[in-house]
């Protein structure tokens, strides 16, 4: 009698160890629901833009004019077919001389404030990386310019000039590497008006 009692104790007990709780229920489909409710919501979204994919118009430009100034060079870089010069793209910087000019200019303006600023405030990386990308565009830049003139004496001076714009500009550099404040000042001053007179000369 007791060992019938003790085995049915323990299959109730059994029972309702392996009965789900109602809160474990109730929480399985409160779940259920929101991944329900989730599915709903994409497909409404992922519908809703097709609707304004379908209805939104397609703009259309002619843009062939891009690849007059070597907007696509980046794909022909290695055509074997198209000249070194065009495709790095100098080509294309040589004919606008307008583009060319208006380079030079900026770079004069940067060189008269940026670097002169930084100097004065001995931000000597600062200075000497501005000075650094003026120079990259100035060198070529200067000699497209002289390149241009049609006279042979005049295209020589214009030559001289620069290369005496560049010798100041090095040995401004050389000052601002020494962080000598009052050389840097001096140097530049120099630079500047080096610059001038090449600008002058092929403007």
Same mark, same amino acid.
């Given at each position: 009698?007791?060992?019938?009692?003790?085995?049915?104790?323990?299959?109730?007990?059994? %029972?309702?160890?392996?009965? $789900?709780?109602?809160?474990?229920?109730?929480?399985?489909?409160?779940?259920?629901?929101?991944?329900?409710?989730?599915?709903?919501?994409?497909?409404?979204?992922?519908?809703?833009?097709?609707?304004?994919?379908?209805? %939104? $118009?397609?703009?259309?430009?002619?843009?062939?004019?891009?690849?007059? %100034?070597?907007?696509?060079?980046?794909?022909?870089?290695?055509?074997?077919?198209? $000249?070194?010069?065009?495709?790095?793209?100098?080509?294309?910087?040589?004919?606008?001389?307008?583009?060319?000019?208006?380079?030079?200019?900026?770079?004069?303006?940067?060189?008269?404030?940026?670097?002169?600023?930084?100097?004065?405030?001995?931000?000597?990386?600062?200075?000497?990386?501005?000075?650094?990308?003026?120079?990259?565009?100035?060198?070529?830049?200067?000699?497209?310019?002289?390149?241009?003139?049609?006279?042979?004496?005049?295209?020589?001076?214009?030559?001289?000039?620069?290369?005496?714009?560049?010798?100041?500009?090095?040995?401004?550099?050389?000052?601002?590497?020494?962080?000598?404040?009052?050389?840097?000042?001096?140097?530049?001053?120099?630079?500047?008006?080096?610059?001038?007179?090449?600008?002058?000369?092929?403007?």
């Amino acid at each position: 009698m007791a060992v019938s009692m003790r085995t049915s104790v323990a299959a109730r007990s059994a %029972t309702r160890a392996a009965r $789900p709780s109602r809160a474990a229920v109730v929480v399985r489909a409160e779940a259920r629901r929101e991944v329900l409710a989730g599915f709903v919501a994409a497909g409404a979204a992922l519908l809703s833009v097709g609707q304004a994919q379908a209805v %939104t $118009p397609v703009d259309l430009f002619d843009d062939r004019k891009a690849r007059n %100034t070597g907007f696509d060079l980046i794909y022909e870089a290695r055509d074997l077919d198209i $000249p070194q010069a065009v495709r790095d793209g100098m080509t294309q910087a040589r004919a606008d001389i307008e583009a060319t000019k208006k380079r030079v200019k900026d770079s004069e303006a940067r060189i008269d404030n940026s670097v002169a600023t930084s100097i004065e405030k001995a931000y000597w990386t600062e200075a000497r990386e501005e000075l650094r990308r003026q120079m990259g565009t100035l060198r070529f830049d200067l000699n497209t310019l002289a390149s241009a003139k049609t006279g042979k004496e005049e295209k020589k001076a214009a030559l001289a000039l620069r290369k005496d714009f560049i010798r100041s500009v090095e040995e401004l550099d050389l000052a601002m590497r020494k962080k000598d404040k009052d050389s840097a000042l001096a140097k530049l001053a120099v630079a500047k008006a080096n610059l001038d007179s090449v600008i002058a000369k092929v403007l």
